[in-house]
Nanobody
Framework: QVQLVESGGGLVQPGGSLRLSCAASGRSFSINVMSWYRQAPGKERELVAGITNGGSTTYADSVKGRFIISREHAKNTVYLQMNSLRPEDTAVYYC?????????????WGQGTQVTVSS
């Protein structure tokens, strides 16, 4: 069992910044990919950014140049630095981890953290 605990959401004005954190904990697991997804009201959940164990990253076109995903291996933590935030970035942001527990690949989700961009 792996737990993902997110933090860092909140209310911010357009043009502002926020940093989300997601810490993974558990026993006998290794992380393969950690990602951030988001879901706005009435919309499907979408991938925002992901980072592999080797440090390769991917971003949704809508956040390229504004968001940065990074990872701290020693703490099993992934961060999402969000800059130049726009009202359309308002959503619940979910952390996702693709892990291997012993030899079994599994996927876990965090509980979600609300990000609201509004003046």
């Amino acid at each position: 069992q792996v737990q993902l605990v997110e933090s860092g959401g909140g209310l911010v004005q357009p043009g502002g910044s926020l940093r989300l954190s997601c810490a993974a904990s558990g026993r006998s697991f290794s992380i393969n990919v950690m990602s951030w997804y988001r879901q706005a009201p009435g919309k499907e959940r979408e991938l925002v950014a992901g980072i592999t164990n080797g440090g390769s990253t991917t971003y949704a076109d809508s956040v390229k140049g504004r968001f940065i995903i990074s990872r701290e291996h020693a703490k099993n933590t992934v961060y999402l630095q969000m800059n130049s935030l726009r009202p359309e970035d308002t959503a619940v942001y979910y952390c996702n981890a693709d892990v291997t527990v012993w030899t079994t690949p599994l996927t876990y989700w965090g509980q979600g953290t609300q990000v609201t961009v509004s003046s």
